[in-house]
């Protein structure tokens, strides 16, 4: 999708739809009142008749209205006047983009910045105004045969004069941190049979290409020489082989300690032999939505020229059921040196991290971050809102709940206490994969932990917010905001 600034008054907009907001109290925004005005009181008309009560999210079409040139007006609206967030906000404009996106018309203008939201500036809304409504007009059609027509072409958002350059730069920003969540979810709604860690790979190699980033694949006998033995242990029951992709983007200083975010790359969980019930296996294919999220970030950093260094590390496999498989009871080494028992094959994510976050010490990050669909427990304990973050490193924690919170992409601290790691005990091996049912997705992280001697770690437990199940079953791209804010408020804004 095209997305452009607009300066022109909404009435005088020749788009072929142009969206504006009216309030649960039947008051109008500033573009609507404009409107209301050319035409003779056609909005007042509507909302006095009830068609439209200003309900969050509620929209009403006009058609053909005097004294306005474009074709259709959209009302949107924008619930209670001086309550709108940053949640509100991304409804109201998520509307207005279903709404337009369903019309025949190829040119539509939103005219929402101009509303007051809690903690954003007016380029702030223009970039958020992007992203929202990039997000709603977002479509996986790559395996129908005849897909549905969208004639919307390009999108105009409303900017006033005196911010241009400010207001062009958010604007960019925004279609970088979009372009970045399309990926994201792109790779998340493929076919396990096409997404395999070859596939991975490959989108990486591409995304190498197209912005002159650094990338290295590590081979299964890389692998093997490193010493990633539990890697490799989920691999085996499998015969796609197993990557280990490292992409580097390099925007800061040559010198500057770089950001690593280490995403799990199953890209297909069965659970191996400790397999899953049946019920909704196919959505085992979004295991990979944690890699999806590391590259969909690196490529919002590369378009937005962050002044960053990052680096993506993507442990990439499949967890399969096979005479060859790693069975429960098997006891695998690591790179780090710790034995494993490992009591659940299904518990395999934190194997693949585990070895990679090991690698990532000779980077001599800042920071490092892992993204992961890790536990069940976790969408128990959060649902669908909120990802789980632990970690240790508080401030590191602070920034990355303080980036969601802007982005409306929020994750919530779990502790990590002391006690936890302590429920990891094996008799046969320096850790087992798993602790019982108790805090599963406080003692995954205490696994985790283990392996960040000397790193400013943070970890992210994405499993309730990747991807939504039923009728709009889709991954959603998180947390790559989340990601990308983190990015900005590091580099300053």
Known sequence: M????????AHEQSAGCVAVGVFASQALSPSAKLIDKASGGAISAAVKAGDMTGALGDTLLLRGLRGVKAERVLLVGCGKAGDIDAAAYQRIVGAAATAVGRLHGTVAGLYLTELTVAGHDEPLRVRTAVTAADHALYRFTDYKEKPSKRHLKSVLIAGGARQTKKLQAALAQGVALAQGVALARDLGNQPANVCTPTYLAEQAQALAKAHKLELEVLEEAQMRELGMGALLAVAR????????IVLKYRGGKPKAAPVVL?????????????IKPSAAMDEMKFDMCGAASVLGTVKAAALAQLPVNLIGVVPAAE??????????????????????E???????????????????????????IDIATLTGACVVALGAHAHGLL?????????????????????WQLPLWREYREQLKSPFADLPNVAGREAGTITAAAFLSAFTD????????????????????????????????????????
Request: hydrophobic share 35%; glycine share 14%; charged share 25%.
């Open 2 to 9: 095209q997305f452009d600034l607009t300066r022109q008054a």
């Open 237 to 244: 029951g499998s015969r796609q082989p197993p990557k280990l």
């Open 262 to 274: 280490v995403g799990k790359g199953v890209t297909f969980d069965s659970g191996g032999i400790s």
């Open 319 to 340: 967890n399969l059921p096979d005479g060859n498989a790693v069975k429960p009871g098997d006891i695998v080494k690591t790179m780090a040196g710790k034995t494993v």
């Open 342 to 368: 490992i009591l659940n094959t299904d518990a395999e994510g934190r194997l693949l991290l585990c070895d990679a976050l090991t690698y990532c010490a000779r980077f001599k990050p800042d920071a490092v």
């Open 391 to 411: 970690g240790n490193d508080q401030k590191l924690m602070d920034a990355l709940l303080t980036a969601g919170g802007t982005v409306h992409d929020r994750a």
């Open 454 to 493: 000397g790193l400013r770690w943070a970890h992210l437990d994405i499993a309730g917010t990747a991807w939504k199940s039923g009728k709009d079953k889709s991954a959603t791209g998180r947390p790559v905001g989340l990601l990308a804010q983190y990015l900005i408020d590091r580099a300053g804004g």
